[in-house]
């Protein structure tokens, strides 16, 4: 005689029981094939100009002239009372700015090769290479040590926020919805490309300003309309009726991330930055962008590869601070 067995007992095993919908879940299961990246902001590139090549080095080197006229005026006018000539003093050197070395590395097990390629002969193909997440990491890591060396530099060397060559001024007040109107800001903004006009005589050529990095947290407050009834918001205004506009420079108020401004300005006060943005004026230069130098076995937690990055890398070279100006308070 055969017993028979209750219904829970004869049940497939591939039918509705736990082990067979683990199964069935696993088989039907869709992989997304776009990975989730961590967000973080990257604005080098936008706000100065960046040189590439050049292979390894320890140092990067430019000259400059300055020249001066001894005789000046009309001294150097002709006639039957001055027949000599005039000799102009001409002073050249040059500066010489540290290149360092930048090295990372990532490291995959055996097991971890291993897992993957199991993976891919099961059907299971994962979405994206182990190798490429890494790559990604790295590339990640380098463009965030290039916006801080962009911005405030590294190993006592100052980037654009922090230059003490710079000269550094005050708004009149903060530049808020309540504390300034857009005339009062337009006036301050004035002043300061006054300031640095001046101080590179009056070369609007290639002296003027024509950047404004501001916090996100007062760019918010500037792109409101400038009342009910306006049009256009405060920022659209200032960059129209500035003066560097009008002697026609592209002036660009651009919002940088608050914690590259926060305290930097005299007392721990919010700073802007105004400037010039352009390679004669200022740049970073990168002799050798990040690029593969090597793969090695490894015996790290039981075995695998490591890879390792090298480049090399340069500060923000100040080439012309007359052109430049903080503005804290803001």
Known sequence: MIKRTSRSQAQAFDAAGPSGKVFLSSALTLIDPIVTLPLMAQTAERDIFIRYGGGYSDSIQAWNVNYGDPTAGDAALQGTNNTSAG?????????????????????????????????????????????????????????KYRDQIVYIGRQNTPGLVNNPNVAATTVSAAWSADGTTPLEMLTDLNSFQNQALAASGYDAAQGMPNR???????????????????????????????????????????????????????????????????QAALDVWIPMPPQVSGVYPSERNGGGYTTIFHGNVGPVRWKRETTALYADGI
């Open 87 to 143: 000799v102009v003093d001409v002073d050249l050197q040059a500066e010489t700015w540290d290149a360092k070395l930048w090295t990372k590395s990532f490291f995959i097990s055996k097991m971890d090769l291993g897992r993957m390629q199991q993976a891919s002969t099961d059907g299971r193909q994962p979405p994206v290479a182990l190798q490429q997440i890494y790559n990604d990491v790295i590339d990640a890591t380098w463009r």
């Open 212 to 278: 404004m990095l501001i916090p996100y947290s007062v760019f918010g407050v500037l792109s409101q309309p400038m009342n009910s009834a306006a049009s256009i918001s405060t920022i659209d205004y200032l960059e129209k009726y500035c003066i560097a506009t009008k002697a026609g420079a592209d002036f660009k108020i651009m919002p940088l991330p608050d914690p590259w401004l926060a305290g930097q300005g005299v007392g721990s006060t919010l700073r802007s930055v105004i400037y010039r943005n352009e």
